[in-house]
């Protein structure tokens, strides 16, 4: 299909980080997740809590904003991914403080940091995407020997913090993508999956649906493949009953509510992939979105 993007005027810097943290929170608020953190409970995880997660997201509203405002004020090419590395670094800085040394939002700092230098840059979906493509295709000068984000979810952030983290780990043994290959080909399970379906269908379906496709490096780092199999069909299957409001949907999602809880399976990729999909839709009008067939966008340029 032919891809049209209609642009209008970006939001401002600090308004895309407050839309940054509030999706984080909205995202941490939906209720029910299978496995993640919810107004239920931590789901798999033993060492979140739902107001460490809100408190995580409040942290990185000031970061995600300074990567908007140097995407907005630098051209793009090798400095401008140097200056979004260090800001990514102190951004994790502030979300260990915030939760008191628990890695919460690595995976969401980094593709929400992408995607609001990206809109500041561009204005439109299609245009963020490409510009958080071929941004992150560039390597980050300041990150030394720590890890380049190659993991996804709350797993691990692409500018480093001076450690490498389980999605470097997973990519290395299992040769998954993770955080860095999703936005070297400009976020395809958030522009292509998650957000056309949370417009039309609602955020539990936008979450299912990018957890029956996404190779999840949480979910391969907890349990390797089949754990990350069992989950992706899992969510496959409420998808193909109608969704979790119907009868066959909600006994389906509980079985798959269940499988995560029971085996500490958590889909924290597509928890960021939820997260990211939330705020592309409040800070881009509908009619400026444009998914292509292809996980090609006109405006993912090389740069110099």
């Known amino acids: ?62 970061p995600i904003a300074a990567c908007a405002a140097a995407a907005r004020s630098m051209p793009p090419g090798r400095d401008l991914r140097a200056e979004i590395g260090g800001i990514g670094r102190d951004g994790e800085r502030r979300m260990l403080a915030a939760t008191g040394g628990v890695n919460t939002h690595r995976g969401a700092l980094w593709a929400l ?28 000068p300041g990150a030394g020997r720590a890890s380049h984000g190659t993991g996804a979810g709350r797993a691990s952030h692409g500018t480093g913090a001076g450690r490498a983290s389980h999605g470097t780990g997973v990519r290395l043994r299992y040769g998954a993508p993770g955080a860095m290959g999703e936005a070297r080909r400009g976020f395809p399970h958030v522009v292509r999956v998650a957000l056309p379906v949370l417009r039309r269908d609602g955020r539990t379906s ?10 999840d490096t949480c979910l391969l780092h907890r349990a390797g493949p089949a754990g990350l199999r069992a989950v992706r069909t899992g969510a496959a299957a409420v998808l193909r009953a109608g969704g979790s409001g119907t009868a066959a949907g909600a006994a389906a999602f509980d079985r798959l509510d269940r499988l995560c809880r029971r085996h500490h399976l958590s889909p924290g990729g597509s928890g960021d992939v939820l997260a990211a999909a939330i705020f592309l839709d409040a800070a881009v009008s509908p009619d400026a979105v444009v998914v292509p067939d292809a996980a090609v966008f006109p405006d993912a340029a090389v740069f110099p």
């Open 1 to 62: 299909m032919a891809i049209r993007a209609v642009r209008s005027a970006p939001p401002t810097p600090a308004r895309l980080g407050r839309l940054a943290a509030r999706a984080l929170r909205e995202e941490a608020l939906h209720t029910p997740k299978p496995g993640l953190v919810d107004r239920r409970g931590g789901g798999a995880h033993r060492d979140m809590t739902l107001p460490m997660l809100l408190a995580s997201a409040d942290a990185l509203a000031a």
């Open 113 to 140: 940091g992408l995607l609001a230098a990206g809109l500041a840059a561009t204005g439109t979906v299609a245009g963020a995407a490409g510009f958080a493509a071929a941004l992150a295709a560039l390597d980050d």
């Open 206 to 215: 936008a979450l299912l649906a990018s957890m029956s496709r996404l190779e």
